[in-house]
Nanobody
């Protein structure tokens, strides 16, 4: 019923920048926080960033703070992840996700807190 579709992935050199997008369709996302996760090769899915419905609250994993910025445009039902100063260890499939009670939780970095997921977009950072 609900679809989240990521786009904007690709190949970029270390130190470069890339913006990935996630467009929601099928239902309205009023009141939903939107987050980004990633899955590096051979590893489990890990949290990257999340933003509240209003955009007033954000939370990042330590390894991306100062380099990545999450934002959203509710009129377009779209969330963005602007990635700068990219490192090879940022290489992963990036997934967007939506959840209703993320900022009421003490563990907004846990996948179980999210209700809807996209199919992912590949980001590869070369050395």
């Amino acid at each position: 019923q609900v679809q989240l579709v990521e786009s904007g992935g690709g190949l970029v050199q270390a130190g470069g920048s890339l913006r990935v997008s996630c467009a929601a369709s099928g239902r309205t996302f009023s009141g939903y926080a939107m987050g980004w996760f990633r899955q590096p090769p051979g590893k489990e899915r890990e949290f990257v960033a999340v933003i509240s419905w209003s955009g007033g609250s954000t939370y990042y994993t330590d390894s991306v703070q100062g380099r990545f910025t999450i934002s959203r445009d509710n009129a377009k039902n779209t969330v963005y992840l602007q990635m700068s100063s990219l490192k090879p260890e940022d290489t992963a499939v990036y997934y967007c996700a939506a959840g209703r009670t993320i900022f009421a939780s003490t563990t907004p970095n846990k996948p179980a807190e999210y209700d809807y997921w996209g199919q992912g977009t590949q980001v590869t950072v070369s050395s």
